[in-house]
């Protein structure tokens, strides 16, 4: 499926992975998220999916939501006439996702909203992280010199706006007021039913020794806090923002699980997505 917000443009293939970019005056591209010499591996945006384990007293390995099955789920992916892209899986457990990706109204960007729900008559405690890895240059470019081009993104995170703003100093980046075409943003949108807990900007912490099924970095250690703020340049540019469905569950005791009702349990997670200004 591919979805244009005016210049910018998202591309989601049957396996999950996407590319964003946004086209240029001259006729080319410039790519927000990287994508991968080998288009069979994985790539662009996704969302990982886990659930608290009172009995190990972790959270579970994480699950892809873009480009794998939940344990038991039926996947489907459709395109409305609304021009909004939906993913719905229905796992065997209970819990069902939905995820709808369309235009923003207001801006060069894409809305990313998650749904999840469930079935069965229990509280669960779960967090998503959304990642991508950052290029910010023209495919050409950063795909002939990977390392060359990383070292050149700077990511700055702001916790008053939820938000991880990236630019290219190749591009004139480094200067926000003139609005050069190498400056984007992933941000999230807190809620009364989630809030912002965590986020990385650094491709290597984030997957260790893992791979971009099983990150490290979401496997038994928690991303970095909301109060490390600034700009890094952190040679191998990523954005990974973690929201918790208990809000305050870093900060002071633990809340206590509200039983569920006849009501599942829902709340939605809203991304403004990427923004170019040339």
């Known amino acids: 499926a591919r979805l244009n917000s005016g210049r910018y443009q998202l591309e989601i293939a049957a396996d999950g992975n996407s590319r964003s970019l946004v086209r240029t005056a001259n006729g080319g591209s410039l790519d927000f998220s990287r994508r991968s010499a080998d288009p069979a591996l994985a790539h662009g945006h996704t969302f990982y999916m886990q659930e608290f384990l009172p ?3 972790r959270f579970s390995l994480p699950n892809d939501l873009l480009r794998a099955r939940m344990d038991g789920a039926a996947r489907t992916a459709q395109r409305t006439p ?6 719905t899986q229905d796992g065997a457990d209970g819990l ?4 709808e990706v369309r235009p923003f109204a207001h ?5 990313w909203r998650i749904h999840l729900s469930q079935s069965a008559g229990r509280a669960r405690r779960l967090r998503i992280t959304s990642y991508l890895e950052w290029a910010l240059n023209r495919p050409d470019v950063y795909l002939r010199r990977p390392d060359f081009n990383a070292i050149h993104v700077g990511v700055r995170f702001t916790r008053d706006r939820a938000a991880l703003l990236a630019h290219n100093r190749l591009l004139g ?6 609005h050069p075409p190498g400056c984007a943003f992933v941000a999230v949108m807190p809620s009364d039913r989630v809030c912002l ?4 900007d650094d491709r290597s912490r984030f997957l260790g020794l893992g791979t971009l099924a099983n990150p490290q970095g979401l496997a038994g250690h928690e991303l970095r806090g909301v109060g490390d703020e600034g700009l890094l340049y952190p040679f191998d540019p990523a954005a990974a923002l973690q929201v918790s469905s208990w809000p305050g569950s870093r900060v002071g005791p633990t809340p206590k699980p509200q039983p569920l009702t006849r009501s599942p349990m829902h709340f ?5 997505f990427h923004r170019c200004r040339q």
């Open 55 to 57: 009995e190990t007293g």
């Open 82 to 87: 609304a021009d909004t892209v939906v993913l």
């Open 96 to 99: 069902n996702a939905r995820i």
């Open 107 to 111: 801006g060069e960007a894409m809305l």
């Open 173 to 178: 980046g480094e200067h926000p007021n003139r």
């Open 197 to 200: 807990v965590g986020y990385e």
């Open 268 to 272: 939605h997670l809203i991304f403004p």
